[in-house]
Nanobody, 125 residues
Framework: EVQLQASGGGLVQAGGSLRLSCAAS????????IGWFRQAPGKEREGVSC????????IYDDSVKGRFTISRDNAKNTVYLQMNSLKPEDTAVYYC??????????????????WGKGTLVTVSS
């Protein structure tokens, strides 16, 4: 059973930083993509960023480019999302997710194979 344990959410003022972590365990694909989605109140879940376990290639949503950085530690099966220059519009529940090839971040959340429980990020103005 694949389990994704996310942590690191919290309350921060605009302009501040937070780091999210997602520890993965259980049966895994030989090659996988792991990353983050977020869902703000009244909005659809959207892809934020992901990283490949094979070559470290990344995808970022335009809204976070230059502010967020995703990284991974394959030995620990853990992915991190460093979020800098946070804005009130970044407020959302952030979900860790896995799929075999990154299709979720290109084509939508319906392609996600595994979801973690969310962690709330609140950015005050």
């Amino acid at each position: 059973e694949v389990q994704l344990q996310a942590s690191g959410g919290g309350l921060v003022q605009a302009g501040g930083s937070l780091r999210l972590s997602c520890a993965a365990s259980g049966v895994f694909f030989d090659h996988y993509v792991i990353g983050w989605f977020r869902q703000a109140p009244g909005k659809e879940r959207e892809g934020v960023s992901c990283i490949s376990s094979v070559d470290g290639s990344t995808i970022y949503d335009d809204s976070v480019k230059g502010r967020f950085t995703i990284s991974r530690d394959n030995a620990k099966n853990t992915v991190y999302l460093q979020m800098n220059s946070l804005k009130p519009e970044d407020t959302a529940v952030y979900y860790c997710a896995v799929d075999p090839n990154g299709a979720s971040w290109r084509h939508g959340a319906r392609y996600v194979d595994y979801w973690g429980k969310g962690t709330l990020v609140t950015v005050s103005s």
